[in-house]
């Protein structure tokens, strides 16, 4: 699996909804993309989410906006005005990813649009294989555009490699932030839908989504695993989640039935 790279050849505007500080950005393949920055404040981990979520969630059917790497040269940002935006730049030289600027899209909005039970329930499977606490009332991070769901912001993922000594534990997590999601309630075919979902996710996919992962997002300060080694670790934890569905499936199940 190859992902596109380019360079951005032009710095648009922030866009302040996330902490951050995401960027609007053209690029010499002259589209616009989102610009998530490894400078920010959790670094290559947020992109590996990204990339990692976005390209499951692509495997799995979504529609998820094209991701591609994008290089910041060294130079850019230099004449930024403000401060905050130009130690950002400065901390991003190099690789970084994007996603393709959907024009003209909205956001989702659960108090006036629905998904139907079976859309939901899918999405709910997913964000429990990741555990993404990141798609709620509040946040839904999906947007409608040419009438059609779009899944973006995957950055909150796979939070566990923010303790990667915890990796054990988080394989068998059943994942209790899902009564947080914003599809719990609609999400009445999680169980049915386990089955089709793992089949789509063999291990041999899992490896190819995180083969992308560039070397150079790798090197951590809290840990010596090699580039390769973490690599393993991400597919390892990946591919158990997946054995061990029924985990997560049943705290699915569980939240649906708490008392409101």
Known sequence: MDL???????????????????????????????????????????????????????TLGFRVPEIVFINLDEAFGRTEGDEEIQDLLQASR????????????????PVVHQADPLTASRIVWLDALLMNV????????????NRELWLIDHGASLYFHHNWAGMEQAIRSPFSQING?????????????DAEMKALLPPEKIREIVRTIPDDWLHWRDTA??????????????????LHSDIFVKEALHAREAPL
Do not use: C
Not at 94 to 109: E, I, M, P, V
Not at 134 to 145: A, I, P, S
């Open 134 to 145: 990141d798609r709620t009332v509040r946040n839904t991070n999906m947007l409608f555009w």
């Open 94 to 109: 190099g690789l970084n990813l994007g996603l393709h600027f959907l024009s003209g899209s909205f956001t989702f909005d």
């Open 225 to 242: 695993e090699t580039p390769e080694a973490l690599r393993e670790g991400y597919a390892r934890f990946l591919n158990e989640r997946i």
């Open 181 to 193: 999601h914003v599809f719990i309630w609609r999400a009445d075919r999680v169980a049915e839908v």
């Open 4 to 58: 596109r790279t380019v360079n951005v050849t032009r710095y648009i505007t922030p866009l302040r909804e996330g902490g951050s500080l995401p960027a609007l950005a053209e690029a010499d393949d002259e589209f616009k993309y989102v610009l998530k920055f490894r400078g920010a404040g959790q670094g290559t981990k947020a992109l590996i989410a990204e990339l990692i979520g976005g390209e499951i969630a692509r």
